[in-house]
């Protein structure tokens, strides 16, 4: 489970080809888990019983702990926390085993552990053969907090980045690093923009508790949660705001604010437009509208959920992880772009994330 106190997290799911050709020339499934999403489900905290479930695309084929069934002896770990997908393989982020398993991402078989290095890692992104994995070191130590360069071709972390509190989404783009400041177990404002030639950090300010990003041409949109009604003092509660960043010059050019009361989540953009959540409601928002929508697309009560805790769009439709009770297995649904239910499997503890082969 996440032990993060200021917000529910997401992971963004990434749209990858379903089918490749091989060296022969024959074009087909790469794996038994090729054309299809795999979920990530965290369980608990301290519990060890993470896992990966596979859904087919066209949702004929379901298995609610396929890394299991493919290796047997070879636990996923404790809390899983985010996958990144690299040429052919899959790196697993375990927080609370502060390890990252590697995997074929289109069978699942095990390659390697990679257990040195790392020290509370959270989030993963890939630049020029090296991995960089956001890391917050002792979560109650605001000093300690790291950007972990892995070389993918040793399996070695090679170097560190020290950063400010709290880093946990990061991105790529150009051979720049942009990593979201939460802040741990405090409240961040900051993006970290990282050259990663030379690692030189520079930051720049947003709203407060910056959870998810996406790149839009050479913008960087970051939507920020804002400080939760329950904050204690002297802090307060604040509005969330989705913010744009030019990448040119690294200046925010606006920042459209959200009501006090309405704490965003889950950041994604398709085809022209945003989409976002807000507690058990979805949201879309035309990219260049300058005003943030007041009415949802649709809610998910319906299906009883309190807060949506993952979220993805993909092949025109929208993805919902509900952790239900945080202890018992979850559930995934599926919906149409305007809100129509379609589909529902029940998963694994704690969905965390959507990441579509």
Not at 36 to 54: A, K
Request: charged share 10%; proline share 4%; glycine share 10%.
């Amino acid at each position: 489970m996440n032990v993060k106190k200021i917000g529910i997290l997401i992971t963004l799911g990434g749209l990858f080809l379903t089918a490749c050709t091989n060296d022969d020339g024959i074009s087909g499934p790469l794996g038994a888990y090729d054309d299809g999403l795999l979920i990530l489900n965290q369980g608990n905290f301290g519990g060890g019983n993470s896992s990966i479930s596979y859904w087919s695309n066209d949702f004929s084929t379901f298995e609610l702990n396929a890394f299991g069934s493919v290796n047997p002896s070879v636990p996923l770990g404790d809390t899983a926390q985010d996958v990144g997908f690299y040429g052919d393989k899959a790196y697993v982020v375990v927080n609370l085993s502060n390890t990252i398993q590697v995997v074929n991402r289109y069978t699942l078989e095990h390659l390697t552990t990679i257990s040195t290095g790392l020290s509370n890692p959270r989030y993963i992104a890939f630049s020029n053969g090296n991995a960089y994995v956001t890391n917050w070191g002792d979560a109650e130590n605001d000093q300690d907090d790291y950007i972990a360069v892995l070389n993918l071709n040793s399996n070695t972390v090679t170097t560190t980045i020290p950063v400010a509190e709290g880093p946990e989404r990061i991105l790529e783009h150009n051979n720049k690093l942009y990593v979201a400041h939460m802040g741990g177990y405090n409240f961040g404002n900051t993006i970290s923009v990282i050259q990663t030639g030379s690692n030189a950090v520079t930051s720049i300010e947003v709203g407060d508790v910056p959870n998810s990003m996406v790149l839009v041409n050479n913008d960087l949109y970051v939507l920020c949660g804002g400080k939760p009604s329950w904050v204690e003092e002297p802090a307060t509660e604040t509005s969330g705001s989705l913010v744009q960043v030019n990448l040119s010059t690294n200046t925010v050019t606006s920042a459209l604010p959200f009501l006090v009361e309405n704490h965003p989540s889950n950041l994604v953009v398709f085809e022209s437009k945003f989409y976002f959540t807000v507690n058990s409601d979805i949201f879309s928002k035309i990219i260049d509208a300058n005003t943030i929508p007041s009415t949802p697309i649709f809610s998910t009560t319906a299906q009883g959920i309190y807060g949506v805790y993952s979220f993805a769009i993909a092949n025109n439709k929208i993805f919902v992880g509900d952790v239900a009770d945080y202890n018992s297995n979850g559930k995934v649904y599926v919906y149409s772009l305007s809100g129509t239910l379609e589909n529902q499997q029940i998963v694994g503890v704690i969905p965390g994330g959507f990441y579509f082969n």
